[in-house]
């Protein structure tokens, strides 16, 4: 019997920070599982973030409004744009684009395939600068 239900490997991302990638065992031993142990060591944010500054910045990389996150967070809208002065502060950017496009790049935010939406600019690019073609 195997205790074993993938492979983990520790990368280490631009910032510093730490992060486990997981990838699963072949369908025959995953059949065999019987239980799942975890275990883990705490890191800290990169950038100094705070986990709520963090969950905001998620919040927002989806393109969700102030007001939106407030809501969700149980926040007052007031509260989420501190939280957004203080991240934009902390990453050294100056807007939540920017914010989200470094933690993605630094994988500190890594969109799930229901996320690409959010993530991904889509529009009628055509690499020829900002002329359109005749």
């Keep these: 019997m195997s205790w074993k239900t993938s492979t983990m490997t520790i990368r280490t991302t631009r910032s510093g920070c730490r992060r486990a990638v997981f990838r699963p065992l072949p369908a025959r031993v995953r059949r065999e599982r019987q239980a799942v142990l975890v275990s883990g060591t705490s890191t800290e ?48 950017c100056a807007s939540r684009a920017e914010a989200t496009a470094l933690c993605v790049r630094d994988g500190v935010l890594r969109p799930t395939s229901d996320d690409v939406e959010h993530f991904v600019e889509t529009g009628a690019f055509t690499g020829r600068g900002s002329r359109s073609p005749r």
């Design 45 to 92: 944010l990169p950038y100094g973030l705070s986990p709520r500054e963090l969950e905001v910045l998620t919040r927002a990389a989806r393109g969700q409004t102030n007001q939106a996150i407030a809501q969700a967070l149980f926040l007052s809208p007031r509260t989420v744009h501190s939280h957004i002065e203080h991240l934009l502060r902390k990453t050294g």
